[in-house]
């Protein structure tokens, strides 16, 4: 193993030594040591060096959730001149350069299997990169004199993150809220003709639906009955996006699941699918049991194995809160036995280049 082996591993897999955005505190320190955690205006920080992961909650009875998390590799002339790396990932990768060059790094995913895609830089003299599955984000140098760094030169790999959709339609938000006020007030049959004149062809037909859910997803405030309005046309358009092949079905399952836990909370999930019904969608359309646990276990994954693991843990984790809501006692202990394998997904080694 090599430190190139690290950088690639965190590209594909979104994880850092098998700890991710879905990890709890006490596991990521279980893994990268402890007293590295301070309070920030963000939230909260653990900072180990290289690695960094940033924490934020609601109310201070809710855990902490992870809001980004990953490598800031500008710190690696430093770091590694000092020997100051982090034990845990040099126990596993051995020694670290003081520079990582996007080439090689692109070359080292390549060669696993999966693709860097590019994407809209919000940063001068930066070029932004993603990896669609894990949404791990780079942005490395492009101008050396903007940033005083050779061209090519890595300076951060966090995420999770998306593909910037707002960045497809840049300056058409105030349109947005207007499509969104419009489809409040149509009927069924209204709003799959409106849909079938408005919804646009790829390569933007993905960001259009991420932003017009978004504008829906974020329309709060006025009276309980306007709040409950919005929350309804959010599970409508989803459930429109599925059934055109937005959205794929565990993932439109898992969709409604987060939308259900919402309106119940709302007091408003009436004539709405039960959260037991939306698990079972899940279930019905993910794999099985038997072939996750497999994943667990099988080294090296080929990378269509990665990228169905990262799924399985992304979605395990967004419906895990849901199980206080499952009213049977046989789908609630199938649900459990699918969150005990959340955490053994994409444990290392992974890929055929890291063996």
Known sequence: MGDLDFFADLMITGTVLGVDHTSELADVEEVLGRDHTFEAPSGMISDFGLVEFGWWRDRPQDKWAVIYFGAQT????????????????????????????????????????????????????CVDYWEPTSKMGLIAVSDPDEWDEPPGTVLKMLGPGGRYAWRSFQGREQAFRGYADHVLTLSEPELVTWLDKREPKEPQRTDWWACLRSVVAQRTGGTPAENARWRRLRIVLDHHAAERGVDAADEAAVNLIIALA??????????????????????????????????????????????????????????????????????????????????????LPVSHAAV
């Open 262 to 347: 919402e309106v119940r909370d709302l007091s408003v999930a009436d004539k709405l699918p039960t959260m037991d019904a939306a698990v079972e969608r899940w279930l019905a359309a993910t794999t099985t049991l038997t072939n996750g646990a497999r994943l667990c276990t099988d080294r090296p994954l080929d990378p269509a194995d990665v990228r169905l693991s990262r799924r399985l843990r992304n979605q395990i984790h967004a419906i895990q809160p849901c199980l206080r809501s499952i009213s049977s006692t046989v789908l609630a202990d199938e649900l459990r036995a699918w969150i005990e394998v959340k955490r053994s997904l994409l444990g």
């Open 74 to 125: 500008h710190r690696l002339p430093w770091l590694t001149s000092g020997d100051e790396v982090e034990a845990a990932l040099v126990d596993r990768y051995g020694g670290f350069r003081p520079r990582l060059d996007f080439g090689e790094l692109h070359d080292a995913v390549q060669a696993r299997g999966f693709t860097l895609q590019e994407r809209p830089s919000y940063n001068e003299g």
